[in-house]
């Protein structure tokens, strides 16, 4: 699993608004980092410059001294965001196997089952996303990045539409999954509890623009 650098980061937008200071974190492989801090500091714009979604004003994102983009490009990084972008015009199952299929994997019909049954899509794999609620298109987004085994995984707010009943299946089946693959993964959440079950590691991020306000070990989650 990959290591992320982030040096000297910041991130201005068009107008002026500084959204990311100047930054320095060190993502270790394998590890499962949750992202925390009030609402608008900065915690979206940090995980799409990890992502290659967003380039640093100044500064520098390296995943093992490549630039974000060439990972992603390589089918190696996947990303879960709140507002899942899934091809509206395909079916759940069609969505999985395209990201099978971009990151140039062999598209195996069992893996896609076993996948849709653990987010608890049974039944709905050849249905549309226009035709499900905001919580199973969550979770056909989280899915949708599992199935490729990515080597570094970004979630935004994964959880955010989905019921809580399900949001402790969720947390119960799925970091164990990644954790065992030795993922890399980065969780931007507002809820401390879920941090604390998730996460390794926990960065709390200052009011905009963001800092390093607290960096804090987490013992491995009890099983
Ligand atoms: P968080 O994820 O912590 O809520 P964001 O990273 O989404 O914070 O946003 C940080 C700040 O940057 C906010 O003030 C937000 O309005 C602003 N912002 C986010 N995206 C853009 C954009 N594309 N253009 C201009 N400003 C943006
Ligand atoms: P929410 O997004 O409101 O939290 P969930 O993702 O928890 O909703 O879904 C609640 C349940 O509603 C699903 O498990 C499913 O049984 C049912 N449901 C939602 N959308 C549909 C649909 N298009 N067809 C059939 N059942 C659906």
Request: hydrophobic share 45%; charged share 25%; net charge negative.
């Amino acid at each position: 699993a990959p290591t992320v650098a982030i040096a000297q980061a910041r991130k201005v937008y068009p107008g002026g608004l500084e959204a990311v200071a100047p930054l320095d974190l060190i993502l270790e492989p394998g590890r499962t980092t949750a992202l925390v801090g009030p609402s608008g500091c900065g915690k979206s714009t940090l995980l799409r410059m990890i992502a290659g979604l967003e380039e640093p004003t100044e500064g520098s994102v390296m995943i093992d001294g490549e630039h974000p983009v060439t990972v992603a490009e390589r089918g190696e990084l996947a990303v879960a965001f709140q507002d899942p972008s899934l091809l509206p015009w395909r079916s759940v199952r069609r969505n999985i196997a395209l990201a099978l299929t971009l990151a140039r994997r062999p598209v195996d019909e069992g893996d896609i089952d076993r996948m849709i049954a653990l987010v608890g899509l049974e039944g709905f794999d050849h249905t549309r996303p226009a035709a499900l609620s905001g919580g199973m298109r969550q979770r056909a987004a989280i899915a949708r990045a599992l199935i490729t085994e990515p080597r570094l995984l970004l979630l935004d707010e994964p959880f955010g539409a989905v019921d809580e009943l399900t949001r402790q299946d969720l947390l119960a089946e799925l970091p164990p999954l990644w954790r065992q693959r030795g993922t890399t993964t980065v969780l931007v959440t507002h809820s401390i509890a879920e941090a604390v079950r998730i996460a390794d590691r926990i960065v709390v991020l200052s009011p905009r623009p963001s800092r390093i306000a607290a960096d804090i070990p987490v013992p491995l989650p009890q099983p």
